[in-house]
């Protein structure tokens, strides 16, 4: 079965340095998203990306992050003055379509900032 | 988003027992999807329901779309260890949105 891959799995970084979560969606999807999960609460949306776009972005999603599919098979999220909030775990996801599909979530990338 | 609430937050069964969790939203939702989350796993979609009053079946999984499409339910018949994890409803418009998610624990 089709797989979303995510790298690294996990990542200690000190804060204020720069990050780059990496994933490797499905590849008929088009529809491209990042949500991060903090330890024991809901999954949260942070950005969609379609047609080498940002479609939508949450509160969450401020000018430290940004988006990139550099090259038509990877999809990364960039955070660029890490803060300790940041620790997370964050999940890329792939659809098929905008709201028909269900998405397809990778194993995510454990953050921790220190 | 429009945003989906869920209840119970937490539910701890006994392995054979039923289990039910609700999605309840104020306003009318398109459709809905169900996903499971493991503990220390990823979400993994299970269903998306679409039609008012729909129910849909997957082995002991019964998921039911309420009349009026604002609220959703998942009940699982006889409980099994291997069902432990987070349940979340989401509403998928255009981005997934979550609701809190219903965390099942299971004693053998």
């Known amino acids: 079965e089709p797989e979303v891959t995510q790298t690294p799995s996990h990542q200690v970084t000190q804060m204020g340095q720069e990050v780059i979560l990496r994933c490797v969606p499905i590849?008929?999807?088009?529809?491209f998203y990042w949500y991060r999960q903090i330890l024991g609460q809901k999954v949260e949306f942070l950005v969609s990306f379609y047609n080498n776009e940002i479609s939508e972005k949450s509160e969450i999603f401020d000018d430290q992050f940004s988006v990139e599919r550099p090259d038509g098979s990877n999809f990364t999220l960039k955070i660029r003055s890490t803060k300790l909030e940041d620790s997370a775990m964050y999940f890329c996801?792939?659809?098929?379509?905008?709201?028909?599909?269900?998405?397809?979530f990778g194993s995510g990338t454990r953050l921790t900032v220190v | 988003g429009q945003q989906v609430m869920q209840i119970p937050q937490y539910q701890h069964v006994q392995e054979g027992e039923d289990f039910t969790t609700y999605c309840n939203s104020s306003t009318t939702l398109s459709n809905i999807q169900w996903y499971k989350q493991r503990p220390g796993g990823h979400p993994v979609f299970l269903i998306q329901l679409v039609k008012s009053g729909e129910v849909k079946k997957q082995k002991r999984l019964t998921f039911q779309f309420g009349e009026a499409k604002k609220n959703s339910s998942l009940h699982i018949t006889a409980t099994q260890t291997t069902d432990v994890g987070t349940y979340f409803c989401a509403n998928p418009g255009g981005k997934l949105i979550f609701g809190q998610g219903t965390e099942l624990s299971v004693k053998p």
């Open positions: 590849s008929n999807h088009l529809y």
């Open positions: 996801a792939s659809s098929g379509g905008s709201a028909n599909y269900g998405y397809t």
